[in-house]
């Protein structure tokens, strides 16, 4: 799921719109809303069984329009559920805003709530896209690609089945014995599933893979339709996903009190993405040293790949997810937008590529001369957004050293073996540190210089423009190699600019006395002049600023539950030999403990969907990322890939 999902043709009956490839109208002719409501939202009792619970899942394989999920909002909001609604919904052919507003224009009921929709509508980037509403009560989890695709890269415990595809006898792919098999897999026990058709070998389908399905009167001119609920018999794991399953073993969801260290823009996301959850983490922060998080100004802009690889799906539905978060929007700059300079005529080249591969339409990327341009959010106020993210959040000021695992969670012990606080869960977001903490917890045996998950201190400068300092220069925030920040204000309502960035690597004792040099301001300045004609006038006054990035040699972070680096060591240990060996068990990981680290310059990018893939685990929510992605991302990849090239178990451990 990373390439462009396809688009297809479509026609208007009376302003129902109609796929040209099905010959099928997305919703019924006579009353759509009627419909979805009769065949979906009573078919599956959804309201009577959402009641009382902490979230309601319901799984859904073709969003077209989105009139399920519409109506399953305004149904949510007129029975004043508080349930928390997680809507998980497959669309392999995503249709632009203005088609969803031509289509929604037929329903003024919803027009408040589809205007919402539109206004966070994902570009058409392959991949999983969340999405939230009403103060994250109800959640939208859109999969770009084909149903039976999306769902087995899913991991889930859906409630409740809308299996609204285009007709079977139009579009058979949709109705697969593979797709059953994935329903059955992710069915929460006694899970209810409706759907409009009644076709022969759709309910037999479903019933060899477990659901007890009737037949029952259908909507309008449809005389019959299907209903059902799961028996629970689910059928064994696929076995060509097996291997990839065993060492990325997922965590069991928890509840009791949650810690987080790290007061950054990874611990600050994910604490904001718990609250919303109902959960109240508390953030513990050290000022050791200057972080990432710290730098005055950030920009936000995804890193392009052309190849089709896992990887590209990450970048693209973090990006477009950052571009929608409450706290991210708070902290815009007043101008909008991010100019992406090409120095030279292959880079051009590259960026007419970058354009066509990826089919985004105009409110996600346009090509301006031989530059890229993406009109969203350009650059934030940094430390806006961490205060929009940890506001009312209780916050304990110390520096943690180690864990000690008890018997109902973890003990967090300072430098000088004093107990700060205990949790049940415990997840580490502090850069650099994470490692360490991690070492220092002798959570792996006996550790010697290979540490995992392994990240290298990265140090970068900034410099921050007076207004009168950046000689009339455009607002908007430019990126030539290096970047101009869009104008921001500070607490003093005085405007700035950011001139960056350097990129220095560090070993472990450079680290605390790293700090801002005159050599690093004049290359700074130098690349802005050669690069971008940026001329800073009395290069003298402007401020130089400092930090240290946790950055990983594969440019992707780590995220996830910490594996038990013994165990993982003997489970994979037949990769040494053969790359494609299943592994004879699962491996076990450390229950109640997580880790996010190594966000390098892309921390304000990257940290709020991770936030949410955390905080997933931690409720038992749809995780936002595709399975593929969990393995990409885990912070056992390094000792696995280290096993696959043949490194003997105890170089490693």
Partial sequence: MTSSPDTKGISWNNGVPVADAFDDPYYSLDDGLAESRFVFLDGADVLIRARGRSHFTIGETGFGTGLNFLATWQAWRKE????????????????????????????????????QLRGVWPPAAGGFHPRDFDDGNISLLLLFGPAEEAFSELDAVVDAWFLDGFAPAKNPEMWTENLFEQLSRLSAPSATLATFTAAGFVRRGLQEQGFAIKKVPGFGRKRERLVGHHNNIHQPPNPARSRDVAWTTPARPSNGKIVIVGGGIGGASTAYALRKRGRTPVLINSDKCAAASDVPAAILAPRFLLDDQPERAFFNSAYAYAMCHPAIKHARAHHSGIEIVAPDDATASRYRKIFSDYGWDKNWMSLKNSNLYLPQIGTINTQKALSALTAGLETINASVDHLIA?????????????????????????????????????????????????????GGQVEVIDEQLWGGFRHETISFGGYLTATLCNEKRKQYRTLGSTFINLDEDAVQDFTYTAAAKKKILEQGLQKAGIKVENSSETVSWA??????????????????????????????????????????????????????????QYAPLLGEYIAALITGEPVPLSRELVKKLHPGRSFVKAIIRGAQTKQLL
Avoid: M, Y
């Fill in 80 to 115: 004043k559920i508080k349930s928390r609604l997680v809507f998980v919904s497959a669309e392999a052919f995503p249709l632009d805003r203005g088609d969803l507003k031509k289509a929604h224009d037929n329903f003024p009921e919803l027009a408040e709530l589809a205007e």
């Fill in 406 to 458: 008890s018997q109902n969670g973890w003990r967090l012990i300072d430098q000088n073996g004093d107990l700060i606080c205990h949790a049940e869960t415990v997840i580490l977001a502090a850069g650099i540190e994470t490692t360490r903490i991690l070492n220092r917890s002798n959570l792996a045996g006996s550790l010697n210089e290979k540490t995992h998950p392994p990240v290298q201190a990265n």
């Fill in 547 to 604: 930090g240290v990035r946790a950055t990983v040699a594969d440019h992707l972070p780590f995220a996830g539950p910490v594996p038990d680096w013994n165990e993982l060591a003997d489970v994979c240990a037949p990769l040494a030999l053969d790359a494609n060996a299943p592994p004879g068990r699962p491996a076990n990981i450390h229950e109640g403990l997580f880790c996010l680290t190594g966000l390098g310059s892309k921390g304000f």
